[in-house]
């Protein structure tokens, strides 16, 4: 299995050793940080994965920090451990984005339910945005034969609405598989629909053009 990553910040030196030992046997690598700011300061160089945060903490709390990532489009999956005395807190927390809560003392089923939940996120995020890395490589044209191609449209009616001949429709096919590394139609339409916004707002660009 491969290994994942959680990026732990807590200013409870007790609560990031006692999650590092129960998710270190669940092949879960976790990076610990005492503050909102120590993990601000390294995340540039720091290995993708999802974050854990403490509700409360001096200086820069897990709210703060979980709003000031979502102004800088920061999307890596976030879980907050919080209090009894927090839960209405990480209900705000959650209508924000956070994936799930888990209150303090926790369990070591339910850190690990918590866990497992935002990378299963974090997994869709990262096809989301490969599946959209892969559809801007498409030329205009290419788009266009796509859109043509979802409709239903065979080669013939495609280059006739196209204004070009069937064996050009049949090269930029033939483009299109190459470039989204697919070895099916039924590949090419599983990326589009994967992809960040979707398969229709990539219909819906090829009809504009």
């Known amino acids: 299995m491969e290994r994942r990553t959680i990026h732990l910040v807590d200013d409870d030196e007790a609560v990031r050793q006692s999650v590092a030992m129960l998710l270190s046997t669940y092949d879960v690598d976790v990076v610990t940080y005492p503050s909102g700011e120590t993990f601000l300061a390294g995340r540039a160089d720091a290995t993708p994965g999802c974050l854990m945060l403490d509700i409360r903490m001096p200086e820069l709390d897990g709210l703060a920090m979980q709003r000031r990532l979502v102004e800088e489009s920061f999307d890596w999956p976030v879980i907050f451990l919080t209090g009894h005395g927090d839960v209405r807190i990480a209900v705000e927390a959650m209508q924000n984005g956070a994936v799930d809560f888990v209150e303090k003392p926790f369990y070591g089923a339910r850190l690990i339910e918590a866990v497992e939940c935002a990378f299963r996120k974090f997994d869709r995020t990262n096809a989301a945005r490969r ?68 398969l229709m707002s990539i219909i819906d660009q090829g009809r504009a053009t």
């Open 131 to 198: 599946a959209t890395q892969l559809l801007n490589t498409l030329s205009e044209r290419e788009r266009q034969v796509l859109v043509a191609l979802v409709d239903g449209l065979s080669n013939k009616a495609i280059a006739r609405s196209l204004g070009i001949s069937a064996r050009t429709v049949e090269a930029h096919r033939a483009h299109i598989m190459g470039k989204l590394h697919a070895d099916s139609f039924a590949d090419v339409l599983r990326i589009a629909m994967t992809a960040d916004k979707g």
